[in-house]
């Protein structure tokens, strides 16, 4: 596990190493392709899944991987050992920021495999975040920091250039009690149910939840990079949301991917003290079903999710 660990951070630091050359290295702009979500693929994308698969693939450590990147999942080659463990990947969150200088990270999550033998399976892949034994990030912001949990705490580390090293700054990593931020793109507000409308002026101080009690409102803050927005709540306090909306009728169930993006935060969030949901239900007692699942995703403190969940049964019936 440590080695993987390991393997992950050395790939965080190639990729690091090419978002801050930006402009400079030509890596900047789209490829032209289409990745399996629809969504037009960036070169660093590109660039970044390479990279973690090529760094992982010969260790004997997985018995497959799974980015959001690739429509199928990537068992390890035969010329290869094969290992115990499963890797499933975000290479690059926020990607429509690359362009512009602003944080971007990648998500890591994983898993002992379920199969026995041979080659790494779908059924691998799926699995409950409860049965994460790991996960993590690394944010290529102001500076880089690979922040991961393996089930106890959560520990942030920070890339120091001079030596090349993720040295120890942030131990045992707790989302402080008194909530600072609500992040969320408010853009979409047109399309949200009612339940997250009076859920938002809730945080906004404008409205009272069930029991008359008013919040004295919450700074608003949104990256638009997931891994960017979860870190500053992670470190400041508050909730990072995501919801379903009616903007896409193709996407019904919001926007973020429960395998890859939900679950690996959730656990984060909880080993801090926080919690996630998807409206109704932990995130980590999610079963999912397919690779590219979506998810709605409510993420933070625990009194301000669980108050998400009031909000959503209140005004969206939902038991
Ligand atoms: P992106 O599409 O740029 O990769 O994972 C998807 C994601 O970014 C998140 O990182 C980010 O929080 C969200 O989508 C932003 O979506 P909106 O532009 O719809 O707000």
């Given at each position: 596990m440590t080695s993987l660990l390991y393997d992950i951070a050395l790939a965080g630091k190639v990729i690091a190493s090419q978002t801050s050359r930006g402009g400079l290295a030509e890596i900047l702009g789209k490829t032209g392709a289409t990745n399996i979500q629809g969504e037009e693929v960036m070169k660093l994308d590109e660039l970044a899944d390479r990279m973690i698969y090529r760094l992982n693939d010969h260790t004997g450590r997985l018995a497959v991987m799974a980015s959001e990147e690739q429509e199928d999942i990537l068992p390890v080659s035969s010329r290869f050992p094969i290992g115990k463990y499963v890797l499933l990947y975000d290479p690059l969150d926020g990607s429509s920021n690359i362009d512009y200088n602003v944080s971007i990270g990648t998500i890591f999550a994983i898993y002992r495999r379920l199969s026995q033998s041979g080659h790494g399976t779908l059924e691998d892949c799926l699995q409950k975040g409860r049965d994460l034994i790991a996960a993590g990030y690394l944010i290529y912001g102001a500076s880089t920091m690979l922040v991961y949990t393996s089930g106890m705490g959560v520990h942030g580390f920070t890339l120091d250039p001079t030596v090349g090293e993720f040295l120890l700054?942030?131990?045992?990593?707790r989302i402080p009690e008194k909530p600072k931020y609500y992040s969320v793109n408010q853009g979409y507000e047109k399309f949200w149910s009612d339940g997250i409308k009076h859920y938002t002026r809730y945080l906004q101080g404008d409205e009272p939840d069930a029991n008359g009690n008013f919040l004295k409102g919450f700074s608003m803050r949104y990256i638009g990079s997931m891994v960017a927005d979860f870190h500053r709540n992670l470190l400041g306090g508050g909730i990072y949301y995501y919801p379903a909306d009616s903007k896409n009728p193709k996407y019904t169930s919001g926007k973020?991917?429960?395998?890859?993006?939900g679950a690996p935060l959730a656990f984060i969030a909880e080993q801090a003290g926080g919690t996630s949901s998807n409206g109704t239900t932990n995130l980590l007692d999610l079963q999912p079903e397919g690779l590219h699942q979506r998810t709605p995703l409510f993420i933070g403190n625990r009194d301000l999710v669980e108050k998400a969940e009031e909000f959503i049964r209140i005004f969206d019936h939902q038991e």
């Open positions: 700054t942030h131990p045992n990593i973020l991917r429960l395998s890859y993006e």
